[in-house]
């Protein structure tokens, strides 16, 4: 745990000392970008290697589905009980 803070607050200062390189930091944007997607090809890589996971994927995604859909069904309907109560208030 303490490697991880300390790379963490190495990140903070070093960015604290170069963000007027706007230049530097567009370079570093873009590595960021290809790290990530890296490391989410080499997560699905170790996924796909493991069977346990690999058998349950279906009822994974079946779960993974429907808890998106219970997710945005909320959303929808808590936005549009506020724009009720707040917007449409007859005067």
């Not at 790379?7 to 706007?22: A, D, P």
């Not at 990530?36 to 996971?53: A, K």
């Amino acid at each position: 745990m303490i490697p991880i803070l300390l790379l963490m607050c190495s990140g903070i200062l070093i960015g604290i000392f170069i963000r007027n390189r706007t230049g530097l930091i567009k370079r570093i944007d873009q590595l960021v970008i290809w790290s990530i997607f890296v490391l989410l090809f080499l997560m699905g890589m170790s996924i796909g290697r493991d069977p346990v996971i690999m058998s349950k994927l279906p009822s994974l995604g079946l779960t993974a589905a429907l808890v998106s859909v219970a997710g945005v069904t909320g959303s929808l309907i808590t936005a549009w009980l506020l724009w009720k109560c707040l917007f449409n208030k007859k005067q």
